[in-house]
Every structure is written in C-alpha cells, then in structure tokens.
C-alpha cells in the first residue's frame, strides 16, 4: 500500500455538512460514511484529530443576530458542536475506532478537557481526537479553532472538508464563470477576501506556515485521497 503522504492532520468538518440534504440536525448516513473513511486514514498509519462545527444546529452570529448577547450565542454555538462530536465519536467507536472528545470548555461527564500533551498522547496511540467548542472562547470561529488545534499538535496540514470542491474567485453558485483554483496563496486568499475560511484563521495559519486543502464531503473517500497525496480541491499554502 503507498505511503501516506501526512503523518498528522487536522479534519475540519461543517456542521451543516454532517447535516446532508436537510441542512439541519444529523445525517447518519452521511457520518457513518465520514467515519468509515477516518478509520480507513488511522488503519495507513495516519494520526487524525477532528474539528467539527455546529452549524447544522446553531451558528452563534448568524442565529442570535442582534436578538441575543454575543457571547452567550457564542456559547451556544459551542455547545452545539460537542453534539455533533459526540455523534462523531459514537459512530467511529461503532467502527472499532478508538476515539476520545475534547472540548475547550470543561464539561467533565461528557468529555475530557483540552490538554495539548494528551492529545498528542492519544495521536501517538492511534486514538482519533474529535476537539469540540472551538477554542473554547467567543468571537472565534470553528475555523479559527481548528488551526489553533493544528498549530498545538503540530499537524501536517489542515483538511477543510465543506460542500463545495475547491476555492473559487466567485461563488460558483452565483457566478458561471468562477475560476477554480488548484493552489493558491493565504495572502492572495486575504487580498481577494475569497471565503476559504475566515481571516483570522486564515492568517493563523499562514503564520504557522500549515498548508490548507479545502475539498468536497459529497464524496467522503476525498478525505484518504488527499492524505495519500492525490490532488483534490485546492491547496492554500505560502507563495513558492
């Protein structure tokens, strides 16, 4: 079997994508597929830490608008990321996956807490780390959870799997004629202001110099092909 081409990689997942077709709540055929894949990655070898949204139950900005406190929809927002982590965990154990859920805001009956050594610790096992509630603060995306996860336990890349294949210079819903990008650069992502992630994480990640590949969930086994170095989606790393 060939090589992976990452040793350790850091999956970041939308909520709305574990939500399939009807955008809300969960999909368990969609995330059974997610998972047999994960456990396809650990069996060559690789170590996989997960970052999951909440979206497909509330998005703290976007749901409490100027109705809410923006923290608290923040919190909220947290909370409902370790749903879909604890969904994910469950459905990898079913797998015979080893896997442990760590949230960045303690909640001690339900999952560890954040602790960068024993995370490592468990990558080194072969144990999948499903890390819920962002960063554990508010103002932060998911996305900028998910590189500051990869940044601590020194990923090889960052896996963005969304519901659109790659990075576009348009909406492609809105727009024929959007460009698709095989590879592109963090600063020509801030210059264009294209929707890769948001700018925070997007310049956290350029600051410590983690490639991003962004791909489709629609078809789960992108995530193994892009670990074993096919090219899929677009590559967001620094200028050659």
Aim: aromatic share 4%; with cysteine; hydrophobic share 40%.
């Amino acid at each position: 079997m060939a090589q992976p081409k990452y040793r350790r990689v850091l999956l970041k997942i939308s909520g709305e994508a574990l939500a399939g077709d009807a955008h809300r709540g969960l999909d368990f055929d969609v995330i059974g597929s997610v998972c047999d894949v994960v456990k396809k990655c650990v069996e060559a070898g690789v170590q996989v830490g997960i970052v999951v949204g909440g979206g497909n139950f509330w998005r703290g900005l976007k749901d409490g608008g100027d109705r809410m406190e923006r923290t608290r929809a923040d919190h909220m927002g947290m909370l409902a990321t370790v749903i879909n982590a604890l969904a994910l965990a469950d459905c990898l154990e079913q797998r015979e996956v080893e896997v442990r859920v760590q949230t960045g805001i303690e909640m001690s009956r339900i999952a560890e807490p954040y602790i960068r050594g024993r995370a490592i610790r468990h990558l080194e096992k072969g144990r999948v780390v499903i890390f819920g509630c962002g960063t554990g603060n508010p103002f932060f995306s998911t996305d900028t959870g998910a590189v500051l996860r990869a940044a601590e336990i020194n990923a090889d890349a960052i896996l963005l799997a969304k519901n659109v294949d790659g990075v576009y210079s348009d909406d492609p819903a809105k727009n024929p004629d959007a460009v698709k990008f095989d590879e592109i650069s963090y600063d020509e992502v801030l210059a264009k202001h294209l929707m890769v992630m948001d700018s925070t994480a997007t310049s956290l990640s350029m600051d410590n110099h983690i490639p991003i590949i962004l791909f489709a969930l629609k078809d789960p086994e992108n995530i193994l092909r892009v670990v074993m170095g096919e090219k899929i989606g677009t590559v967001v790393k620094e200028e050659n």
